[in-house]
């Protein structure tokens, strides 16, 4: 029998101290077979569809969902298989690597900040401007290489000034029509191991890793006292992160697009109505195209 969860239990509360080795990275199948998983999954897609051409007609609100997860979590497949049903016209995904010159050249916000998605649409950050908390955090050269002034660095409050940061721009986007949701992909540092050796094994896989990879596992402990300091800071009741198990992606892909349609229909969405005026050039078009039927009738 599939397991039925209140996915609150996922959210980081706010001003949680968080402890992730208590957040499970897997849990019970909520499906009770591929079969049933893939309708699921397909009925979740299908009204996420439906919930974002009112979305993008109504052109009030933007969306924003940020994915952060240690290597092999599957922040990708998520993203393909959740979205798969969403007009492509009104979604846009950006993926942020290393920074460039210019980039480094700005406050750590800046590069992502352009990236934010129009009124009516949906954007995807797989990682984010988190990445400053996070991979910087742990690898401090990376910091260095900013050339922010040393004024600024010293006293050790570098990580809770930009936690500050964080939290003021997200509650400035949210005054201004922007919902944001956030996942960790909580993977277990065996899982990533699984399929790092999967991505090894099978040729059609090998694209998919390199020597980094197994090099960043050297700091897993690092990178998860890093991640409990950001998701504890910047998890707000308006831009809440949410602990997904990812050890199993058919239920980390229920999960999130769960969490994604509750997102978006506690929006007042609703197609626009039409005007007096609208009515009239409604009116007047229907006129025009009927009177070019019966034209075509009398030739």
């Known amino acids: ?17 968080v402890n992730l080795s208590k957040r499970p990275t897997n849990i019970a199948p909520l ?42 979590a599957g922040k990708d497949s998520i993203i393909r298989h ?4 969403v007009n492509p016209q009104g979604c846009e995904v950006y993926s942020f690597k290393h920074p460039s010159a210019q980039d480094l050249d700005h406050d750590f916000l800046w590069r992502t900040n352009r990236c934010l998605p129009e009124r009516g649409m949906i954007g995807i950050f797989n990682r984010s401007y988190y990445e400053e908390v996070l991979i910087v955090r742990v690898h401090p ?4 290489a900013q050339r922010i002034p040393n004024e600024l660095l010293n006293g050790g409050k570098v990580w809770d000034n930009r936690f ?9 986007l949210y005054r201004n029509g922007t919902r944001i949701v956030k996942f960790f992909l909580h993977l277990s540092k065996e899982e990533q191991r699984q399929r790092f050796l999967r991505r090894i094994d099978e040729p059609s896989k090998n694209w998919k890793f390199s020597s980094a990879d197994v090099e960043e596992r050297k700091y ?19 831009s809440p992160w949410y ?32 005007d007096e ?17 019966a034209d075509n009738e009398v030739n």
């Open 164 to 172: 500050k940061s964080i939290v003021d721009m997200e509650n400035h």
């Open 220 to 238: 897993w402990k690092e990178y998860m006292c890093a991640y409990e300091a950001c998701l504890g800071a910047t998890s707000t009741r308006r």
């Open 31 to 72: 499906y009770k077979s591929k079969k049933h998983y893939k309708k699921m999954l397909a009925d979740h897609v299908e009204e996420l569809s439906r919930i974002q051409n009112i979305h993008y007609a109504d052109d009030r609100y933007s969306l924003l969902m940020i994915f952060q997860a240690m290597d092999a």
């Open 1 to 17: 029998m599939p397991v039925f969860i209140d996915y609150n239990d996922f959210r980081i509360g706010e001003g949680e101290k």
């Open 82 to 85: 959740v979205m798969s049903g």
């Open 243 to 274: 602990a997904v198990p990812a050890d199993d992606k058919a239920n980390a892909r229920l999960i999130v697009s769960h969490i994604i349609v509750q997102a978006m229909t506690a929006l007042s969405l609703s197609y626009p109505e039409a």
């Open 141 to 144: 050269e990376i910091l260095a």
């Open 277 to 293: 005026g609208r009515r009239k050039e409604l009116a007047d078009m229907r006129r025009v195209l009927m009177e070019e039927e």
